[in-house]
């Protein structure tokens, strides 16, 4: 069943890093990609904002798409305002019994002697965003990498991963106090390297809530963007947050 949830904050409005007075969620849709055409919709806007960045080369069909793309272990998000796909996200979980992902295969060497300590990912890739769009809506970044910290609280996991562009690193630094933990590579079909970045969740998850509160989360919210049956779900209970309701779209 296609899923696509409408945040609708309970909440007094609050100011986030932009200096906007709002609720960032506010009217914001996340669709889970399941059918062809939402698919193929996100895969389009990757092009086109991967294009701008100079980060790719131009392709005939005008699409980036690949392989992870359709990994058991993996979730494609569009962000939708007012009805319109405005951004996207690709979240992907590692475990010890889960090693497929895009940041693990370039960064292999850093990241699997620590799953086979045991440890959880999430990875947060293909992170893109409607050049216009982001213009008129300086919070879209927070609310779409909001994603990311909402998979880490669900799978329970141990560390956020972000491969980022050296230009971007202040971003996630500032906003998920992440670390650098691999200087730039270079990934397949992208001209620009990318730095592996990551933060450890359970150390600085109330540091990064009380300056956005907005990336906090309710235990159902979680399980209707994340939930599926017979994959991939919690080994644990998660302490629900208190905030965020979450109706479905009729």
């Known amino acids: ?98 090693r497929t992902s895009p940041t693990l295969e370039v960064f292999g060497d850093v990241l699997l002697p620590k799953l086979d300590q045991g440890l959880v990912f999430i990875d947060s890739t293909r992170f893109v965003a409607d050049p216009e769009k982001a213009r008129n809506n300086p919070e879209l970044p ?21 491969p980022v562009r050296p230009e971007h690193m202040a971003f996630y630094r500032r906003v998920f106090l992440h670390e650098t933990w691999s200087e730039p590579r270079l990934y397949p079909g992208l001209v620009k390297p990318v730095g592996l970045m990551a933060s450890h969740l359970p150390t600085v998850r109330e540091r990064v809530l009380a300056r956005y509160p907005f990336l906090r989360s309710s235990a159902f919210e979680r399980r209707m963007l994340f939930d599926r049956e017979g994959q991939l779900q919690p080994d644990g209970f998660v302490q629900p947050f208190e905030r965020a309701s979450i109706v479905p779209n009729p």
């Open 142 to 162: 927070y609310v779409t990498v909001r994603l990311g910290s909402t998979a880490g609280v669900h799978f329970n996991a141990d560390y956020g991963l972000a």
């Open 1 to 98: 069943m296609f899923r696509e949830y409408q945040m609708r904050s309970a909440a007094e409005a609050i100011k986030p890093a932009t200096g906007r007075l709002a609720d960032p969620l506010d009217q914001v849709d996340y669709r889970l990609a399941q059918t062809p055409e939402q698919k193929d919709e996100i895969y389009r806007l990757r092009y086109r904002a991967y294009l701008r960045e100079g980060a790719i080369r131009p392709s005939a069909d005008e699409r980036v798409v690949d392989q992870f793309d359709d990994a058991p272990n993996a979730w494609v998000f569009g962000v939708y305002l007012q009805g319109e796909l405005c951004s996207s996200i690709r979240i992907t979980v590692v475990t010890p019994e889960w």
